[in-house]
């Protein structure tokens, strides 16, 4: 059987309303969630692992989340030609679309960045900057649904409205300077890409999970390029060491599968355009030099 029917046959069994939603667990599938996005991959060529079962309102409600993290994932030190051009399509959706979370972005005391033809200036690498609550939810968000998928995927349990799910995002930065990150990466199985038949797409997306011998939690690493990380534990195990005060605190930050839900700017208020003219104003003191392919300045 060839490629395109076999996906054509796993698409019909995965939006067949068989299986539950794998983001709410609540409503029965009727779509097919591709986990990372295909946005995030160099001319849209995805391979067809990590394919979900979910239902619709799931699957339209974490759009802005896709959207966005397929933007991140492009910031990055080493450019494509493809890449590049797709990074400028988006910047202008992003920023059209998302200002909060593109003008989340701040300048630290060194740093390169890329000025577009529109004059639109943006960071050349994620871990350089740092960036504000705007865009530190996106990518909690992100680890929310990444973890509630790749849970399904090791246990086939759907989640339930009780269950916790602990979300770290990490730059690439993090990993140079800190050893937290390293340790941690450490005590999971080794990362891998997404493969589809013998070609492995390296470069762009690895992933790695670890599951308790009780199924009833998890942890689970991703890395976008050379761009960010993520890690999220599902259900994390109780610290016998942590006082009840210190407990509360961890759970509290906590996301539940319900906060999928959250609607763009995802809880936070929408800021004015005089605001969103404060938070850009660093770029407009930088010299607006004429895009030239391939130039990091």
Not at 102 to 130: D, H, R
Request: proline share 7%.
């Amino acid at each position: 059987m060839g490629q395109a029917n076999q996906k054509r046959l796993r698409h019909r069994d995965l939006r067949s309303g068989r299986l539950k939603c794998v983001y709410c667990g609540s409503r029965s599938a009727d779509t097919v969630d591709h986990m990372p996005p295909i946005g995030a991959f160099t001319s849209r060529r995805r391979p067809n692992e990590l394919e979900f079962p979910a239902c619709e309102g799931c699957n339209a409600a974490t759009r802005d989340v896709d959207n966005i993290i397929s933007w991140l994932s492009r910031l990055q030190m080493t450019r494509e030609p493809a890449n590049d051009r797709e990074f400028v399509e988006l910047t202008g959706v992003i920023s059209r679309n998302y200002p909060e979370v593109f003008t989340s972005i701040k300048e630290p005391k060194q740093v390169e960045s890329i000025c577009l033809p529109s004059g639109l200036i943006v960071p050349a690498n994620f871990s350089q900057f740092e960036f504000d609550e705007y865009l530190g939810v996106v990518l909690k968000l992100f680890g929310l649904k990444f973890a509630l998928a790749m849970h399904w995927l090791g246990t086939r349990k759907a989640p339930t409205a009780d269950d916790r799910i602990l979300v770290w995002p990490v730059g690439s930065g993090s990993f140079a300077a800190e050893e937290t990150p390293k340790q941690l990466l450490r005590m999971l199985p080794e990362t891998r890409a997404l493969q589809q038949g013998r070609k492995i797409f390296s470069g762009q997306f690895v992933f790695t999970s670890h599951f308790e011998e009780s199924k009833n939690g998890s942890v689970h690493f991703c890395a976008f390029r050379d761009s960010f990380g993520i890690f999220a534990s599902f259900n994390p195990l109780p610290d016998d060491n942590l006082s009840d005060t210190d407990a509360e605190a961890v759970d509290s930050l906590c996301f539940r599968p319900s906060d999928l839900y959250r609607s763009y700017p995802f809880g936070l208020p929408r800021l004015t355009q005089e605001q969103l003219d404060r938070r850009e104003a660093w770029k407009r003191t930088r010299p607006v030099w004429p895009r030239q392919p391939g130039f990091i300045r």
